[in-house]
Nanobody, 121 residues
Framework: QVQLVESGGGLVQPGGSLRLSCAAS????????MGWYRQAPGKERELVAA???????NIADSVKGRCTISRDNAKNTVYLQMNSLKPEDTAVYYC???????????????WGQGTQVTVSS
């Protein structure tokens, strides 16, 4: 069982910044890709950014140049720094982690509970 604890969401004015964090804990042997997805009302969940174990990143075009993803492997934590936020960035943001179970050695995908980001004046 792996738990993901997200933090950092909230209400911010257009042009503002937020930093989301997601810490993974539990029966983890190793973590591969970590990422952030978001889902706005009435829309499908979409990838915002992802980072591999080797540090390669994939950033969605909609946030490229405004968002940075990073990770602290010692803390099993992934971060999403969001700058120059726009109202269209308003969504629930979900952490996503690909890991190898310490029990079975199998690959699993875990999702966080989601954190609300609202960009509004």
């Amino acid at each position: 069982q792996v738990q993901l604890v997200e933090s950092g969401g909230g209400l911010v004015q257009p042009g503002g910044s937020l930093r989301l964090s997601c810490a993974a804990s539990g029966s983890i042997d190793s973590i591969n890709t970590m990422g952030w997805y978001r889902q706005a009302p009435g829309k499908e969940r979409e990838l915002v950014a992802a980072i591999t174990g080797g540090g390669s990143t994939n950033i969605a075009d909609s946030v490229k140049g405004r968002c940075t993803i990073s990770r602290d492997n010692a803390k099993n934590t992934v971060y999403l720094q969001m700058n120059s936020l726009k109202p269209e960035d308003t969504a629930v943001y979900y952490c996503n982690v690909h890991y190898i179970s310490a029990y079975s050695g199998s690959h699993f995908i875990s999702w966080g509970q989601g954190t609300q980001v609202t960009v509004s004046s």
